[in-house]
Structure formats: structure tokens, C-alpha cells
């Protein structure tokens, strides 16, 4: 419709002026965009609100229809109740004896095709609408051009608000189901509570432990993997980035790096998979040879190769926190005679210190945030100790085995992911930003 | 210059003896460091790239072995009395006949000819469980497609059970005793029958590729994790390309320099780091619980990893736009272009190589990501290949995720194989990625 009417008023416009195009204030196709747009926005809107709401105003006006014995009971089994109706809209009476629930579905099903139908007919008058304004109001005057960079400049302010309203999302779900889990369980608790069994009790004759919602023994985890992977990524991004600056010729720095950024590039379930059949197994037989017990999902194996994993994200920052140090200096130290080792231990990383910090923070909050290579091979079993060689658990281990499979969605071993996920935002968000500001503040020292 | 500090300390103000023995020796200690210094340096950039070979040299050795099968060929008598007679039925109580009959008693007929010896139920059935499950949909469906093989004999090719094929393979080793092993003595003795007789042959399998999903490790193929993965991904663009196109243009473009602009930026910074885990919590919050959208299906997928990867597409077009001269904007716009119109008919076109390569590389993230998938429930064990983006699927590194998760030791070698082609997805995104940019590279 918004393309007839594009051709239509188009052309129009061309008529109006008698086919001397040069008279109009804007080009031709102009006039025919301007009017797809008031056609085609309205028109969308009203499809979008039938999408996003039509639903819920068909169920409720089926619920409020049904026979009061059936509709008086509680939240619970309207949900249910619904979900019959659902099913005998899809399956006709094959899913379904029970002739209050047939007609509901009736109903159901004509109150559907009538909203579609009314929503079909409402955005076509409102589209024909558009298409009247805007082809009446054709003359050879008329800014149609401004009036269409009007509306897409709205259209790209609207795509970068995008990214906010992103942002607010993650954080209210975030907020708004953690809140939910408080209201359940204190949160002094689940903040310094030493004990994190998530099992609680589906039903009230169940056997199960009242379930302890204490994180700290999932952020001990964390921070022991974490710091597992920084000892080795720190350490071997850093003397990479050093060298690859420093020391390297052009032809290895051309081989070297982009090999590097593979390592960045391997996707995580791969490493996790490694972890997991490859190096947590080689530890186990290395430790055994040499008396020492280490657990088959020990926090060391996720630990190396999380380290691995995120060696390119320290050297590559490190890289350009190096290259930004003006020349100046390390001519200034080499003039006094200082060898290169000297120089960059003594000059240039002092200088390049706050972004190297900066690189390091924010490569320990993607290691925080890491997922699928501890999922694959660290333990389920919260553990607190500082032992390498033990199984522990990490934050986004439980996130993952709270969240998948059946759930039912209320419950408060399903909201506590939520809480872990609002922890694990303000702690990489906290990272972040301060490893942010600092890259910043000290590239504005030397610009 | 009377107020130079006098230095007490040192034993003499003269020039330094450079050839004195201290001297020496501070200097070599000096170099000596100087190369332990530069070792230590090459040693971190050796250590990690023999890593990254030693990573994908063990999944290229382990996932060699996941694109070949072990099949034994055997002589099966496609007997009508069991199958009923082609001429003598439509066409449609023969398919119907077909489809009743237990293709195992046509494998044990011909198992029994090969092995007299072997009687008894337990015996038998062992010996049957050496050929694989899927071996009756495979004579089925050889029967089906041409009627004209009943009342013959024919040589067929068989897949075997996922535990011959590791035998085969020379995963499972056959020198521990009996007890701590899958395959016991007397199928060992029937497969070397079998090799003796020149029966046992390990071909190219392309059910891996074709095939979808299942729970025996020789039947498993990735095409239904491919197309899940390829449903995503379109989504993904869909949704992403243009929202990022703009909001890159807006912000580079058309953004008056303000505070409520300076947030929008920073956000999307931090939004880049964002754990991806946080967006699957996202997607299950607000596209599953709130707009009621089907779970595991590859359009919540799709949407979820377009907010991660939007991020990246932002900030890769925004570098891309910056890059284009402001001479150009400045021509345009002498030759009395809007600004709308300087943008989308000269800056747009002339960033488009690095948004496209901007574009591809989040693309290429999005491929490989797996934890916020996991959220949405798309790790479901799906058997059919998804045939929209409403379909349950799954996608290829969730796949890999299920695979690796599986207690059979054959599914080790389909998951370094199913890794390898999801590498090799990756390698030629991120080729495409950079050979846009070297193409179409212009340096102002």
C-alpha cells in the first residue's frame, strides 16, 4: 500500500506541475516518499499494537466470557485454563472434551479473526487516510523533502535510542525479577549467606532442603577462576603486547597478531570443550603422576584456558596502550643509555600503566562474565576454597543450570538467576567503567 | 654553578673507567637481562600460538575421524514373504506392509548366514547390536524407492553401532580386559570375521552433514544445527544491520554534541562488554515472559544476539563514517545537498566496505555464541530440521555444547567435527570480512 501510494503521489506530483519537474520544491520521488511514510507508519503502529496487545485483550475477553463455575478460581489455573483453550483453538476437539472449554475456543478463535479483520480495516483507512492527506496536499510548494528528512531523522534518532532503552531493559527485567527473589528471600542472605543449594520443594509433601540462596561461595568460585586466568593471560599478553611493540620485526608482528586474534576469535564452547576433554584430563593424569589429587572438573583446567582464552584481549590493549606513549620518551631514555629492557620496564610501562590496568580490568570482566568454557568445565557443586586443584562453581554455572530445562517461572531457584545475573552486571558494569575512564584519562594526557 | 651538590658517595668524580672489571660486569648483567627480557617476550607470543595450534590441531585430529563411518557390507535377501509382493499389492498396502515389517529380521537373516554358529537370544541380539540402529530406516527406504528389489539378494553397505565404529577407529582399546570394556570378546572375534572377510570399510559419511540430530553418535549430523544457526543469524542481520546503520549515522551525523548524546555513547560502550550471559537473561525476561514469543525458536535467538551484537556494529559503522573525509561532505553540500542527502548518497556509500566488515565480524560473534542461547531454551534435542524462524531449533555451537555434554566416546569425534565446521564458518566470514577490506580500502 505504502508503495502504490509512493508510485501514486509521485506521479501526481509530476502532473501537478504540468510534468516540468524543475518547478516542484522537491523532487518527485520525494513527494511519493513523504506519502509512503505517512502511510506506511500509521499503518505499522496499529499492526504492532494488535501484535503486542491484541492477545491479552482476546484472552482476557474470553476468561471474562466464560461460565462463572469455571472462571472462579484462582491465577493459577486461568493460565491453565488458557492454555486448554489455546490448545483446542490449534487441535479442534481432539484435545479437548470439556464443551466449556470447545466454545471458549470458539470464541476464542472468532474474537481473533475479528480483531485481525478490525485492525486490517482500521490500518487500511488509516493508510488511505495518508495517502488523501498527502496527495491533496501535492502542489509545486509543497517541502515534501523536509518533511521526509524530518521523519527519518526521527527514524535514526529513534535506532540510537535503542541502545538505551537496551541498556534500561537489561537492567529493569534484571531488577524487577530480583526483586521478586527478595521479597522471597532476604537479601542479607543471599549477599553473605556462606551455603547455596538452590532445591526447594515443588510441592509440600516433598522431601528437599528448605534451599540456600547464599552467594558467596558462587563469587569464591568466580574470583578463583578469575584469578586463575589473569596469572596466565596477565602475564603472557603483557610480555606479547611488549614484544610485538618492542622487539618484533615487521613480518613477525604481520604473522603474529592476527594469529593472536584468532585466539579471541575461537568461539567459547570450543575452549570449553577443550577444557574439558583435553586439558582438565591431562592435569588429572599429571597430578596423579605425581601423587597429588586433582578434581576432574579442578578450577585450574577452566582457569588456563579461560587464561587462554582472553590473552589477546590484554595484549592487544596493552598493545595500543604502549603505542600511544609519545616517542619522545623512550628516545629520551635510550639517549641515556638505558637498554631496551630498561626502557620499557622503567619508561614505558609506567607510562603506559593505566592502560595496561585498564586492559587487565577489563579483561577480568570478561572472564567474570565468561560462560560456556566454565559450564563445560568447571563443577556444579558450590565450594568455598582457594584450592586450584578442587572443583568449584562460578556464578554463571548456576545462572545456567537454574535456567535451563523446565522451569516454572516464579519460583525462587528460577529468580535467584535473575539476582545472580543483576550481581554479575553491576560487577563487569563497575569493571568496565572504571577501565574505561582510566584508557581515557590517561590517553588524554598524552594526546 | 656553586651550588652543585657534591656527591660524598662516589669514590671518584672522574670519567667512569668503562673497561674496569665492576664495570664489565654491570654491563653484561645488563644485556644479560636485557635478552632473558626479550626471551620472556618471545617465549608469551610462542607459548600462545602453540596453544592456539595445539587447540585446533587436537579437534582437526579428533574431527577427522567424525566425518567417516565404519559401515559393513552384507548380503540381505529382500524376501517377499516377508515384505509382502510389489505386483501382487497397490502400491499402497505395499508401502503400508513395508513400513510394518521389522527390517531387523532381514539384517539377523543374513547375520545368521554369516555367523551359524552363533544361537541362543543373548548371542543374537548382541550380534545384531553390532549393525546401527539406523540401518532399518536405511533398508526401508532402499525398499521403498525400488519395489523391484524384493525376492532379490543384494550386497548392502550398513552403518555399524557407534561402539564397532570406535573399535574400528581404534578408540576403544581392546587390550583391557574384557569387564572394563564396551565391546566384548565375542563381538571382537565376529568383527575380525568381518575384516577377514573384507566386509568392514570406513567411508566418507555424509549423513554428518546432511543429517539432524540424534541420540545414536553414527546417526548425529549438524544440517538441522546449520540451518537453526543460519535462521538465527538472519534474524540477527535483519535486525541488527539496519538499527546499528542508523544509529551509527545518527550519532556520528546528525547528533548535536550534548549530555543526553555523550550517555547514548558511553552506553553503547559498556553495553560492548556487557556479559553475553546477561543478554540471554534479557531475552528470556522480555521476549519469552513478557511478549510470549515461542521458546527456542530462532527468532528470540536472532533478536538476543542482535542486541549483542549491536554493539559492535555501532561502533565498527561509526569508525567506518568517521573515516570519511569532510571534504566530500563539504563538496555535497556545495552542490546544495541536504544534509540527508549528503549523507545517504556520498558519506553512506563510501563507508559502506567497513560497515559491511563491521557488520560480518559481529556476525561472525553471533555464530559462536552459545550462553545466551542456552537461556532461551535452544538447547532443546531437536530431531527435524527447523523449516522457519518459529520452528524449535538449534544452533551449531549449542549443538557442539549438547554433543560435548554426551557420555558415548563416539560423540567426541562429532564434536571436534562439528567444531570444524563451525570453524570453517568462521574462517570464511572473517575472510569475507577481510577481503571487503582490502578491496575496497581507501586511503584518503
Given at each position: 500500500m505504502a508503495m502504490i501510494s509512493f508510485a501514486l503521489v509521485r506521479q501526481k506530483s509530476v502532473v501537478v506541475v504540468g510534468g516540468a519537474t524543475q518547478q516542484l520544491h522537491s523532487l518527485p520521488r520525494y513527494h511519493g516518499y513523504f506519502a509512503a511514510v505517512k502511510v506506511f507508519v500509521p499503518c505499522m503502529f496499529l499492526f504492532l499494537l494488535w501484535m503486542v496487545s491484541g492477545e491479552t485483550v482476546v484472552e482476557n475477553l474470553v476468561i471474562a466470557g466464560l461460565p462463572d463455575s469455571v472462571r472462579n478460581v484462582n491465577g493459577d489455573q486461568i493460565s491453565l485454563i488458557l492454555n486448554k483453550i489455546q490448545?483446542?483453538?490449534?487441535?479442534?476437539?481432539?484435545?479437548?472434551?470439556?464443551?466449556?472449554?470447545?466454545?471458549?475456543?470458539?470464541?476464542?478463535?472468532?474474537?481473533?479473526?475479528?480483531?485481525?479483520?478490525?485492525?486490517?480495516?482500521?490500518?487500511?483507512?488509516?493508510?488511505?487516510?495518508?495517502?488523501?492527506?498527502?496527495?491533496?496536499?501535492?502542489?509545486a510548494d509543497y517541502r515534501a523533502r523536509n518533511g521526509f528528512e524530518k521523519a527519518m531523522s526521527f527514524a535514526l534518532a529513534a535506532s540510537s535510542f535503542l541502545a538505551i532503552i537496551v541498556t534500561l531493559g537489561i537492567v529493569a527485567s534484571l531488577i524487577f525479577e530480583s526483586l521478586r527473589f527478595f521479597q522471597q528471600v532476604p537479601i542479607q542472605d543471599f549477599l553473605f549467606g556462606l551455603h547455596w543449594s538452590p532445591q526447594t520443594a515443588l510441592?509440600?509433601?516433598?522431601?528437599?532442603?528448605?534451599?540456600?540462596?547464599?552467594?558467596?561461595?558462587?563469587?569464591?568460585?568466580?574470583?578463583?577462576?578469575?584469578?586463575?586466568?589473569?596469572?596466565?593471560?596477565?602475564?603472557?599478553?603483557?610480555?606479547?603486547?611488549?614484544?610485538?611493540?618492542?622487539?618484533?620485526?615487521?613480518?613477525?608482528?604481520?604473522?603474529a597478531k592476527p594469529v593472536l586474534e584468532i585466539l579471541a576469535g575461537v568461539p567459547t564452547v570450543v575452549y570449553g570443550f577443550f577444557a574439558a576433554l583435553t586439558v582438565a584430563p591431562m592435569l588429572r593424569d599429571a597430578g596423579g603422576a605425581i601423587g597429588v589429587d586433582v578434581a576432574s572438573e579442578s578450577a585450574l583446567a577452566a582457569g588456563l584456558v579461560m587464561g587462554v582464552m582472553i590473552i589477546p584481549f590484554v595484549s592487544s590493549l596493552s598493545d595500543d596502550a604502549i603505542t600511544a606513549v609519545p616517542s619522545s620518551l623512550k628516545d629520551g631514555s635510550f639517549a641515556l643509555g638505558a637498554t631496551k629492557a630498561e626502557t620499557i620496564t622503567q619508561v614505558l610501562l609506567p607510562a603506559a600503566l593505566p592502560?595496561?590496568?585498564?586492559?587487565?580490568?577489563?579483561?577480568?570482566?570478561?572472564?567474570?562474565?565468561?560462560?560456556?568454557?566454565?559450564?563445560?568445565?568447571?563443577?556444579?557443586?558450590?565450594?568455598?576454597?582457594?584450592?586450584?586443584?578442587?572443583?568449584?562453581?562460578?556464578?554463571?554455572?548456576?545462572?545456567?543450570?537454574?535456567?535451563?530445562?523446565?522451569?516454572?517461572?516464579d519460583s525462587p531457584k528460577t529468580l535467584s538467576a535473575f539476582a545472580l545475573g543483576l550481581a554479575l552486571f553491576v560487577i563487569t558494569l563497575l569493571l568496565n567503567v572504571a577501565a574505561l575512564r582510566m584508557v581515557r584519562k590517561y590517553r588524554e594526557a598524552y594526546d | 654553578m656553586t651550588d652543585r651538590p657534591i656527591s660524598h658517595s662516589e669514590p671518584s668524580n672522574g670519567p667512569t673507567d668503562w673497561k674496569s672489571d665492576a664495570m664489565q660486569a654491570r654491563i653484561g648483567r645488563r644485556y644479560r637481562r636485557e635478552r632473558t627480557f626479550q626471551l620472556l617476550g618471545f617465549s608469551a607470543v610462542v607459548v600462545s600460538i602453540l596453544f592456539l595450534v595445539f587447540l585446533l590441531g587436537n579437534i582437526v585430529k579428533n574431527g577427522a575421524y567424525g566425518f567417516v563411518q565404519t559401515s559393513v557390507s552384507i548380503d540381505v535377501t529382500f524376501s517377499a514373504d516377508l515384505l509382502g509382493d510389489p505386483t501382487a499389492l497397490s502400491p499402497q498396502a505395499f508401502t503400508e506392509k513395508v513400513r510394518k515389517t521389522n527390517m531387523l529380521r532381514l539384517i539377523q537373516a543374513s547375520m545368521q548366514d554369516l555367523f551359524p554358529e552363533v544361537k541362543g537370544r543373548r548371542d543374537t541380539r548382541t550380534l545384531l547390536r553390532m549393525v546401527s540402529t539406523g540401518a532399518r530406516a536405511q533398508l526401508r527406504n532402499m525398499i521403498l524407492s525400488d519395489p523391484t528389489l524384493i525376492g532379490t539378494t543384494k550386497r548392502v553397505e550398513l552403518l555399524t553401532s557407534d561402539d564397532i565404529d570406535q573399535v574400528i577407529k581404534g578408540n576403544i582399546d581392546v587390550a583391557l580386559p574384557e569387564a572394563n570394556r564396551k565391546v566384548k570378546d565375542n563381538e571382537l572375534s565376529w568383527l575380525k570375521t568381518l575384516q577377514n572377510d573384507?566386509?568392514?570399510?570406513?567411508?566418507?559419511?555424509?549423513?554428518?552433514?546432511?543429517?539432524?540430530?540424534?541420540?545414536?553418535?553414527?546417526?548425529?549430523?549438524?544440517?538441522?544445527?546449520?540451518?537453526?544457526?543460519?535462521?538465527?543469524?538472519?534474524?540477527?542481520?535483519?535486525?541488527?544491520?539496519?538499527?546499528?546503520?542508523?544509529?551509527?549515522?545518527?550519532?556520528?551525523?546528525?547528533a548535536p554534541k550534548n549530555r543526553f548524546t555523550d550517555i547514548?555513547?558511553?552506553?553503547?560502550?559498556?553495553?560492548?562488554?556487557?556479559?553475553?550471559?546477561?543478554?540471554?537473561?534479557?531475552?528470556?525476561?522480555?521476549?519469552?515472559?513478557?511478549?510470549?514469543?515461542?521458546?527456542?525458536?530462532?527468532?528470540?535467538?536472532?533478536?538476543?544476539?542482535?542486541?549483542?551484537?549491536l554493539p559492535t556494529v555501532i561502533i565498527a559503522s561509526r569508525a567506518s563514517i568517521a573515516a570519511v573525509p569532510p571534504s566530500i561532505r563539504d563538496a555535497a553540500r556545495g552542490l546544495g545537498a541536504s544534509q540527508m542527502q549528503v549523507v545517504f548518497h556520498h558519506v553512506i556509500p563510501l563507508a559502506m566496505p567497513g560497515i559491511m566488515t563491521g557488520t560480518i565480524i559481529g556476525m561472525a560473534r553471533a555464530l559462536g555464541e552459545s550462553a545466551p542461547l542456552l537461556m532461551i531454551g535452544m538447547v532443546a534435542f531437536i530431531v527435524d530440521i527447523p523449516g522457519s524462524i518459529n520452528d524449535a531449533a538449534t544452533v551449531l555451537p549449542v549443538q557442539i555444547y549438547l554433543w560435548a555434554d554426551s557420555p558415548e566416546r563416539a560423540f567426541v569425534e562429532k564434536t571436534s567435527a562439528a567444531i570444524m565446521v563451525l570453524l570453517f564458518f568462521l574462517i570464511a566470514m572473517n575472510g569475507i570480512a577481510i577481503w571487503l577490506r582490502q578491496k575496497f580500502e581507501q586511503k584518503w
Open positions: 490448545l483446542a483453538v490449534q487441535y479442534g476437539e481432539a484435545s479437548t472434551t470439556d464443551a466449556n472449554i470447545l466454545a471458549a475456543a470458539e470464541q476464542y478463535s472468532s474474537l481473533y479473526e475479528k480483531g485481525l479483520w478490525a485492525t486490517f480495516s482500521l490500518s487500511l483507512a488509516v493508510g488511505l487516510l495518508g495517502y488523501y492527506l498527502s496527495n491533496s496536499r501535492t502542489h510441592r509440600a509433601d516433598q522431601v528437599a532442603s528448605a534451599g540456600a540462596f547464599g552467594s558467596i561461595p558462587l563469587f569464591a568460585g568466580t574470583f578463583l577462576i578469575s584469578l586463575l586466568a589473569m596469572l596466565v593471560a596477565g602475564p603472557i599478553g603483557l610480555f606479547a603486547a611488549i614484544y610485538l611493540t618492542q622487539y618484533a620485526n615487521h613480518t613477525v608482528r604481520a604473522v592502560g595496561v590496568v585498564g586492559a587487565f580490568l577489563l579483561a577480568i570482566s570478561r572472564a567474570i562474565g565468561e560462560t560456556m568454557i566454565v559450564v563445560m568445565a568447571a563443577g556444579m557443586r558450590p565450594n568455598l576454597t582457594a584450592n586450584p586443584l578442587e572443583a568449584v562453581t562460578t556464578v554463571t554455572v548456576q545462572i545456567v543450570a537454574l535456567l535451563t530445562g523446565d522451569q516454572e517461572f | 573384507d566386509r568392514i570399510s570406513l567411508n566418507f559419511h555424509s549423513q554428518f552433514l546432511t543429517g539432524g540430530d540424534s541420540r545414536e553418535p553414527e546417526l548425529a549430523g549438524v544440517w538441522g544445527a546449520i540451518v537453526g544457526s543460519a535462521f538465527t543469524l538472519m534474524v540477527t542481520l535483519l535486525t541488527a544491520f539496519p538499527i546499528g546503520l542508523c544509529a551509527a549515522v545518527y550519532l556520528e551525523e546528525f547514548i555513547e558511553i552506553n553503547i560502550n559498556n553495553l560492548a562488554a556487557v556479559p553475553s550471559i546477561v543478554f540471554g537473561l534479557l531475552g528470556l525476561a522480555v521476549f519469552l515472559s513478557v511478549m510470549g514469543m515461542p521458546r527456542s525458536a530462532p527468532i528470540v535467538g536472532g533478536l538476543t544476539l542482535a542486541l549483542l551484537t
